[in-house]
């Protein structure tokens, strides 16, 4: 086994690099976390892992820094965060792989074991889900695959940690899987041809070649940096003769080849036998897409989402936290210990006063936001991890496909409704720029997150039916009009729909809490200081009489457009630093009788629709560039208003009761 | 093909009489382009001496009936022209050839109709029997042309009834639950066709089709994939036994 393996003593001070690659949804994240006892997002579909994790492991008695990858099924890439994961293969030359492999889908894991080695890559194989490659009758001949790619493989059930004590010590072993599949005389020829241009110290030459040759766009700054423009041209050269003499497009013609390879080292190991799989299991994975039996399901788990986060976290969670342990309990005492130190009226005021720090931005974030977010990040993990979402996508598909959209959008768009600015990250698992652009787009514009959600259950909890269903039709029907002609005007082709879907699985709880506990600290770091600082702002706006002057200068649009009182002008203007934090402030105002119910329906509408919140708008920059953060911006802010406005006139017009 | 309802149709020669070697032919041409005509209005209804003059492009249209009912192929009883046997079976051959020509046309080698009508009228008059039977293998005894309108039945597909099966077909026609064998795919665009081959998609691979809507859902070994319905007729698939 060591025989393969080139021993180099590391020097010291450098701690080994160690990633782990695989297909999405193969436990990578779980590895992960195991190993480095970290614990990033493990979910159904490919994105969460978009943002790299790494962390530091002790694994095996040895200090290494573990990298966690985006999924691929492909070192060739299709989207961004397959690109992260090859860059990194890429970039440093000493990194030792884990290759994570779901053992019922051995075949598109070596597909990637093979291209590792092509890239002369140390690999350790862990087959991991072998509990569910056995239920289906799978048997695998570990030992015979370690002996066909001279690597260790291990078999794994991550979840229940069984199997992976042996991943410390087989590290040591990991060496270059000794598997070339042979591509035509042509192909080879022309992978030599390209071997000998490139730089002479650069490893995994052939992968490059084979990379090159398949006409990979996401290359082009990697030979930049280091080969002159003449070479370059060469290589392209190169290429495009060989395509002349394929009928099909090389990168397919290479696939073609290496799954021809797999096969054949899958007929010494791999056993399938004809067994059929729990008839219920199956029949209700096939429920759950059925174009017109998935809709009740898609319907149910809506309203226990709903009941969940509406009822459970907005209701009893924010009555508990807001009026028993910050109204009793927290403000009460915090107010007494203020006053008690602080003798001068406006330090009072700014901890506890009405715009205090305390008692409106601590209560806010904790007491309204908090329990519904983290009961919406509770429930998002229960869809991730039962493999329901990628089933969601088959079924907005459609719709979707009316807004220029694929159903794969309908992931972001989901956790949306958690989080717009977490969302608006995980844009990155869009294939086309155009998908992007959108879904960024339509998310800052019309997909109201948990907090305000919460928020707004609590206000419709006054109105009728049919004042929820006009504020769900106008949201939507914007979103929809918005997409439809945003899709016209950004050039672009439409992304293909295809997408992996993973068997419905039973979530294993303690996952989701260790889950939901890391999103929620993420949130806070993310939500809080916002907070903070929007009511900071807004007791510095009060302070210097300014507040009025800005209610004063919006009065003309919020009263006289949008028909609302001249006080809700605040709760828009704070709706920027934090859109839930708008909602709250509405949330007070109708509750204390200051709405009738068509301002009600008017001002939901125009703070969901409304300028995505600061933190949001930061990540749209960071993601998209400012250009386009501002032309977002700019389109959103005058369009909720209108839309507002509208309807404000509209409903008066007619005349409507709600 | 039905001159019913398109226009006169640019690159074909026209054949008169006085014509030597080529007269011989292009009667025969003439006969063929005539029945084909009769046949489509006669699916519309009966079909009138008058009116089948008034649609025809053929110049001795008139006289070529007269020549045709001398022949026994047609009869002009009562200015209403009817199919005698000979001219039924003659004028079922044309239209099937026409119509297995406009289907490969336009599935195997997606011509725009534009292109298609012209080279289908030049197939029909080429296209011998056993060459067409297997056209109309490969296409899996298509029932009806890309416009709708049924294709006669020929000898192999009435063999095929019984004993075999169509060739080559789109995914889509495979039945829920049946399983194929890829043999070829024909993708609009090179980064789908590789995103397919990535996920297991190559000829060659068995694929069991799970469901065809809200979106197409196959299922390969032991990966369930779900993609656009314009992607799945895109895969073409021999049915598995």
């Known amino acids: 086994m060591d025989k393969c393996c080139e021993k180099k003593s590391a020097a010291p001070e450098v701690i080994p690099r160690v990633a782990l690659i695989g297909n999405p949804n193969v436990g990578k994240s779980v590895i992960f976390g195991w190993l480095t006892g970290q614990y990033v997002a493990v979910s159904n579909y490919p994105g969460t892992a978009v943002e790299v994790a790494q962390g530091n492991s002790k694994v095996g008695g040895r200090r290494r820094v573990i990298v966690d990858t985006p999924g691929i099924n492909n070192l060739i890439p299709m989207s961004e965060d397959e690109r992260v994961t090859r860059d990194i293969l890429l970039d440093d030359e000493d990194l030792k792989v884990i290759q994570v492999c779901d053992a019922k889908n051995l075949r598109r894991g070596l597909m990637i074991t093979l291209q590792l080695a092509e890239m002369e890559k140390p690999v350790v194989l862990v087959l991991n889900m072998a509990d569910e490659a056995k239920e289906r009758g799978i048997t695998i001949d570990r030992h015979g695959l370690a002996q066909l790619l001279e690597i260790p493989v291990l078999s794994t059930i991550a979840t229940r940690r069984k199997g992976l004590d042996g991943l410390g010590k087989v590290l040591e072993e990991s060496c270059t899987p000794q598997v070339r599949p042979i591509y035509s005389p042509e192909i080879e020829e022309g992978v030599t041809a390209i071997e000998n241009l490139l730089p002479e110290k650069q490893k995994g030459k052939r992968a490059l070649a084979l990379m090159l040759l398949a006409g990979d766009e996401s290359l082009q700054d990697w030979l930049h940096c280091r080969l002159s423009e003449q070479v370059i041209l060469k290589i392209e050269e190169i290429s495009r003769r060989l395509q002349s003499q394929h009928q099909e497009p090389l990168g397919f013609f290479i696939n073609q080849k290496r799954l021809n390879a797999v096969d054949r080292i899958l007929e010494g190991v791999f056993r399938k036998e004809k067994r059929s799989r729990g008839m219920g299991a199956r029949a209700l994975s096939n429920l759950t897409t059925h174009p017109i039996g998935g809709v009740p399901i898609l319907l149910a788990v809506l309203y226990a989402m709903y009941k969940w986060v509406g009822d459970f976290g907005a209701g009893i969670g924010v009555d508990f936290l807001l009026n028993v342990v910050f109204g009793k309990a927290i403000n009460p005492a915090v107010t007494w210990v203020v006053e008690y130190l602080f003798p001068w009226q406006f330090l009072q005021e700014f901890f506890v006063g009405p715009y205090g720090l305390v008692t409106m931005g601590l209560t806010y974030a904790i007491a309204i936001v908090l329990p519904i977010v983290g009961t919406f990040f509770f429930a998002f993990g229960l869809l991730e991890d039962s493999g329901y979402l990628p089933r969601l996508a088959v079924m907005v598909n459609r719709v979707f496909r009316v807004m220029g959209l694929s159903g794969k959008a309908v992931l972001p768009m989901v956790l949306g409704l958690g989080c717009d600015t977490m969302a608006t990250l995980t844009t990155r698992v869009l294939e086309t720029k155009k998908e992007r652009i959108l879904v960024t787009l339509l998310l800052a514009l019309g997909v109201p997150c948990s907090a305000q959600i919460g928020v707004m259950v609590g206000m419709f909890a006054g109105l009728s039916m049919k004042a929820i269903v006009l504020w769900a039709f106008v949201v939507m029907g914007s979103m929809i009009f918005v997409g439809l002609l945003a899709s016209k005007l950004i050039p672009g082709e439409k992304a293909d729909f295809i997408m992996e879907i993973p068997p419905l699985r039973i979530p294993t709880l303690a996952n989701i809490f260790i889950k939901t506990l890391a999103r929620l600290e993420w949130f806070l770091k993310e939500a809080v200081p916002l907070f903070l600082l929007g009511t900071f702002f807004l007791f510095a706006l009060d302070r210097l009489g300014l507040l009025k002057a800005l209610q004063n200068m919006a009065a003309p649009i919020v009263v006289g457009f949008l028909g609302l009182p001249a006080k809700a002008s605040q709760a828009l203007l704070l709706g920027f630093l934090r859109r839930d934090y708008g909602a709250a402030g509405l949330f007070v105002m109708a509750k204390a009788g200051e709405l009738d119910s068509i301002q009600i329906v008017v001002s939901l509408v125009t703070i969901t629709l409304f300028v995505p919140c600061v933190a949001n708008f930061f990540m749209i920059i960071k993601e998209r560039g400012l250009g386009q953060a501002l032309a977002m911006a700019g389109f959103i802010f005058p369009f909720a208003l209108i839309v507002g406005g509208g309807l404000n006139f509209l409903l008066r017009f007619l005349g409507v009761n709600l | ?241």
Not at chain 2, 76 to 92: D, I, N, P
Not at chain 2, 183 to 212: C, D, H, M, N, Y
């Open chain 2, 1 to 241: 093909m039905n001159r019913a309802n398109e226009g006169p149709v640019p690159g074909r020669k026209r054949h008169g009489r006085g014509w030597n070697e080529a007269g011989e032919k292009s009667e025969s041409h003439q006969r063929e382009e005539i029945l084909e005509l009769l046949w489509t209005m006669r699916e519309k209804g009966p079909v009138s001496v008058e009116e089948f003059l008034q649609m025809t492009e053929e110049e001795e249209a008139d006289h070529i009936l007269r020549k045709m009912e001398r022949d026994e192929w047609i009869s002009l009883k009562e200015g209403q022209v009817a199919f005698l046997e000979e001219g039924e079976r003659r004028a079922e051959e044309i239209i099937r050839r026409h119509r297995l020509a406009e289907r490969l046309l336009s599935e195997v080698f997606e011509l725009e109709e534009k292109y298609m009508e012209p080279s289908a009228c030049q197939f029909e008059h080429i296209l011998n029997p056993q060459v067409l039977d297997s056209v109309c293998t490969f296409l899996g005894h298509p029932p009806t042309c890309p416009h709708g309108k049924p294709i006669p039945r020929g000898p192999c597909c009435a063999r095929f009834k019984r004993e075999m099966e169509p060739l080559v077909r789109p995914l889509a026609d495979l039945k829920l639950g049946e399983e194929g064998r890829i043999v070829f795919i024909t993708p609009r665009s090179r980064i789908r066709l590789e995103r397919l081959s990535s996920l297991g998609l190559i000829p060659g691979s068995v694929v069991r089709l799970a469901q065809k809507r809200p979106a197409f859902v196959l299922e390969i070994g032991e990966t369930t994939l779900a993609l656009d319905e314009d992607i799945g007729r895109e895969v073409y698939v021999k049915k598995n036994k």
